[in-house]
């Protein structure tokens, strides 16, 4: 047996891993760090793009939110215009009612007027007819003084009986 015997087999293993390092390193190392890149580069624009949808939702939120905010404000505004609209209509028929009101009483007090005077009228006309009655009848008989007064009198509860 030979002492030195020299086992090539590790020398071949060493050749064997530096070649697969060299083939592997000129055929897929640098596709698989390209892909690896494009990859890092696919996430940061993800990220990227992620963070400005971001914010632009909070944008478009905070644009709602203003849009609400004036909407609410308007809205307080139209029933606020509204209530004053309402109210001073109210205060307008609440007048015209008034001066309606005021018209109907003139109205009545110049009807109840005029049937006080006719009712006058026709009151004087009844004691003016009475009167030339009561004269007549004077003149007809020769009255002594009590029967004058006696006619009198009677002239008087003939005009207190009559209907007013």
Not at 1 to 27: C, E, G, R
Not at 33 to 55: F, K, S, W
Not at 105 to 134: F, G, T
Request: proline share 2%.
């Amino acid at each position: 047996m030979n002492i030195l015997h020299f086992d090539y087999t590790l020398p071949a293993q060493i050749i064997s891993f530096l070649l697969l390092v060299w083939l592997l390193s000129k055929y897929a190392w640098k596709p698989l760090m390209n892909m690896m890149e494009q990859r890092r580069i696919n996430i940061e624009n993800t990220l990227t793009q992620a963070q400005e949808e971001r914010q632009q939702a909070e944008q478009i939120k905070k644009e709602y939110q203003d849009e609400m905010r004036q909407a609410r404000q308007e809205a307080q505004e139209v029933i606020a215009k509204a209530t004053k609209v309402s109210e001073e209509r109210t205060v307008e028929i609440l007048a015209l009612a008034r001066e309606e009101a005021e018209k109907i009483k003139k109205s009545a007090l110049v009807d109840i007027e005029r049937e006080r005077d006719r009712a006058v009228s026709e009151v004087k006309a009844q004691v003016a007819d009475l009167s030339i009655a009561v004269a007549e009848k004077i003149i007809r008989q020769k009255l002594d003084m009590p029967n004058q007064e006696k006619l009198i009198e009677q002239f008087i509860q003939e005009v207190g009986e009559m209907p007013c």
